[in-house]
């Protein structure tokens, strides 16, 4: 694709979603700087802080998603190196499903902490995505106010505190609980808690 000349360049971008063109910025910094060029749009990114071990990043493009989640904990796959940010990092293939679905896992030996590489993660897809909404899904995630995305997101189309995997309201703290309510700026607030 870099070998076309630019107006070539564009109106192949144009045939791809942004779900296949995040794939595609991992592959190459070449790739990336291009994409940067022309700041491909993307319907939404949903951040998932499920604990301050797992989180994750959802692109979503029409019906397409790309996925990432980053969790300490091992399995049998095999290990590669990426560089994401020019920083190598030690990652694990899980899972490889159709529509350019990816789910990445941190090894349980780097330094950085998982939600210290969801930000180069963000960092990465943020120079070159246009994302018309963001959401947010919390799950049991106590320090969730530490997170980065904070203060980078202005508004998010969805705030959601829930486990849909567990029926109970998840315990909150009120102090979290008011930060959600009057601190931060959303269209939908939707909340499964107790407050302890």
């Given at each position: 694709?870099?070998?076309?000349?630019?107006?070539?360049?564009?109106?192949?971008?144009?045939?791809?979603?942004?779900?296949?063109?995040?794939?595609?910025?991992?592959?190459?910094?070449?790739?990336?700087?291009?994409?940067?060029?022309?700041?491909?749009?993307?319907?939404?990114?949903?951040?998932?802080?499920?604990?301050?071990?797992?989180?994750?990043?959802?692109?979503?493009?029409?019906?397409?998603?790309?996925?990432?989640?980053?969790?300490?904990?091992?399995?049998?796959?095999?290990?590669?190196?990426?560089?994401?940010?020019?920083?190598?990092?030690?990652?694990?293939?899980?899972?490889?499903?159709?529509?350019?679905?990816?789910?990445?896992?941190?090894?349980?030996?780097?330094?950085?902490?998982?939600?210290?590489?969801?930000?180069?993660?963000?960092?990465?897809?943020?120079?070159?995505?246009?994302?018309?909404?963001?959401?947010?899904?919390?799950?049991?995630?106590?320090?969730?106010?530490?997170?980065?995305?904070?203060k980078?997101?202005?508004?998010?189309?969805?705030?959601k505190?829930?486990?849909?995997?567990?029926?109970?309201?998840?315990p909150?703290?009120?102090?979290?609980?008011?930060?959600?309510?009057?601190?931060?700026?959303?269209?939908?607030?939707?909340?499964?808690?107790?407050?302890?």
């Open positions: 694709m870099l070998q076309y000349p630019l107006v070539v360049q564009e109106e192949i971008l144009h045939q791809m979603n942004a779900c296949q063109l995040t794939e595609l910025s991992f592959a190459s910094t070449r790739l990336k700087t291009m994409f940067q060029k022309f700041k491909i749009h993307a319907d939404c990114v949903t951040y998932q802080l499920v604990s301050s071990t797992d989180c994750g990043i959802e692109v979503k493009s029409g019906e397409n998603t790309f996925k990432i989640r980053i969790a300490r904990y091992w399995c049998n796959k095999s290990w590669s190196v990426w560089k994401i940010n020019g920083a190598k990092m030690l990652i694990n293939l899980l899972e490889r499903r159709e529509m350019s679905t990816e789910h990445l896992h941190q090894s349980g030996i780097s330094l950085k902490s998982e939600i210290s590489i969801l930000e180069e993660f963000n960092t990465h897809l943020m120079s070159f995505l246009k994302v018309e909404k963001f959401n947010i899904t919390i799950s049991y995630y106590e320090n969730f106010r530490d997170a980065f995305i904070w980078i997101v202005e508004k998010f189309d969805l705030i505190v829930d486990d849909e995997n567990e029926p109970e309201p998840i909150i703290d009120l102090g979290n609980l008011k930060f959600l309510e009057e601190e931060v700026q959303n269209n939908k607030l939707y909340l499964n808690v107790r407050v302890v």
